[in-house]
């Protein structure tokens, strides 16, 4: 099966702009979606497909994707953005029946 | 209100088996695919195993011949049998709704989890 790479950890001050990024094979064949996690509850769609918002978030979640490489950009970041941050994808390396996901980026709004 | 509610997590032991159920409402788990997906303490999600609307169903390679995944359709639940547990099975479940569209998949709906610890 492929992977899909995050970076552990990111941080932002308040009001800024910050760019998660993730990285896979798979990304070469199909659009990254993106989940927030907060502690103890369930992960939330936040970004899918080229860019689109699921009814509900703020239009400061946007994504983009460039060869291999998904990102989730979080513009003017806002302390409820603290979270961790994963994505996902069909797995491209098998039958594309199965999905993977990111390791997860831990953000930290300061 | 699209809804997903877990049920049936807890203690067991090694060797031993679990089912997990999850109640659908506001749609129909038959029209869609619907997934596990869990996630150890601490640490990230994993995608566990998939059921097709037309009911074909795929596994992770780490719980392929120990997992099954069904439906029932008059009840819209999603289950999943765990056999052959292992400590390493030890995470929160949860079940969500899958979406696909041009080159994308999602899952958009999910549910708060279920936790499933295996140990003597």
């Known amino acids: 099966s492929s992977e899909l790479t995050q970076d552990p950890a990111v941080s932002v001050a308040l009001g800024q702009t910050v760019r998660i990024t993730c990285q896979g094979d798979?990304?070469?064949?199909?659009?990254a979606s993106w989940y927030q996690q907060k502690p103890g509850q369930a992960p939330v769609l936040v970004i899918y497909g080229k860019n689109n918002r699921p009814s509900g978030i703020p239009d400061r979640f946007s994504g983009s994707s460039s060869g291999n490489t998904a990102s989730l950009t979080i513009t003017g970041a806002q302390a409820e953005d603290e979270a961790d941050y994963y994505c996902?994808?069909?797995?491209?390396?098998?039958?594309?029946?199965?999905?993977?996901f990111g390791g997860g980026t831990k953000l930290t709004v300061l | 209100e699209v809804q997903l509610v877990e049920s049936g997590g807890g203690l067991v032991q090694p060797g031993g088996s679990l089912r997990l159920s999850c109640a659908a409402s506001?749609?129909?788990?038959?029209?869609?695919?619907m997934s596990w997906v869990r996630q150890a303490p601490g640490k990230g999600l994993e995608w566990v195993s998939v059921?097709?609307?037309?009911?074909?169903?795929y596994y992770a390679d780490s719980v392929k011949g120990r997992f099954t995944i069904s439906r029932h359709n008059s009840k819209n639940t999603l289950y999943l049998q765990m056999n052959s547990l292992r400590a390493e099975d030890t995470a929160v479940y949860y079940c969500?709704?899958?979406?696909?569209?041009?080159?994308?998949?999602?899952?958009?709906?999910w549910g708060q989890g279920t936790m499933v610890t295996v140990s003597s």
């Open positions: 798979s990304l070469r064949s199909y659009y």
């Open positions: 969500a709704r899958g979406e696909d569209g041009y080159n994308y998949s999602a899952f958009d709906i």
């Open positions: 996902n994808s069909r797995d491209s390396s098998g039958n594309h029946l199965n999905w993977v």
């Open positions: 506001g749609f129909t788990v038959s029209s869609n695919y």
């Open positions: 059921i097709y609307s037309g009911g074909s169903t």
